[in-house]
């Protein structure tokens, strides 16, 4: 059997924030850390199944309503953008 370090809560916040949020890949944090890739992914599951709180849950349906909004707002720019190109180039 191995032998069972315990990480430091800090370090173990600094490996999983530098995977999310720098794009290092999860080997290489092992790498660098000292700390093997089966531990890492079993961190990243746990907190995939923390279920958002009332809070977190309204932000993020605050946003999301937000950017339907910002995504319908440039859908229609776009199409006037459209329309005035087509109208230009058929007025020539």
């Known amino acids: 059997m191995g032998t069972y370090n315990t990480?430091?809560?800090?370090?173990?916040?600094?490996?999983?924030s530098r995977i999310k949020?720098?794009?290092?890949s999860v080997a290489q944090a092992s790498k660098?850390?000292?700390v093997s890739p089966k531990t890492i992914y079993?961190?990243?599951n746990r907190q995939?199944?923390?279920t958002p709180?009332?809070?977190?849950?309204?932000?993020?349906?605050?946003q999301n309503k937000q950017l339907i909004m910002l995504i319908g707002q440039l859908t229609l720019e776009i199409n006037k953008l459209?329309?005035?190109r087509n109208y230009a180039n058929?007025?020539?």
Request: charged content about 35%; hydrophobic content about 25%.
């Open 7 to 16: 990480i430091p809560k800090d370090i173990k916040q600094q490996i999983l």
């Open 21 to 24: 949020n720098d794009g290092i």
């Open 32 to 34: 660098d850390h000292g």
């Open 42 to 44: 079993n961190w990243l």
């Open 48 to 50: 995939l199944e923390k």
């Open 53 to 62: 709180s009332y809070r977190e849950y309204s932000a993020l349906k605050q």
């Open 82 to 84: 459209k329309k005035n």
């Open 90 to 92: 058929n007025s020539r």
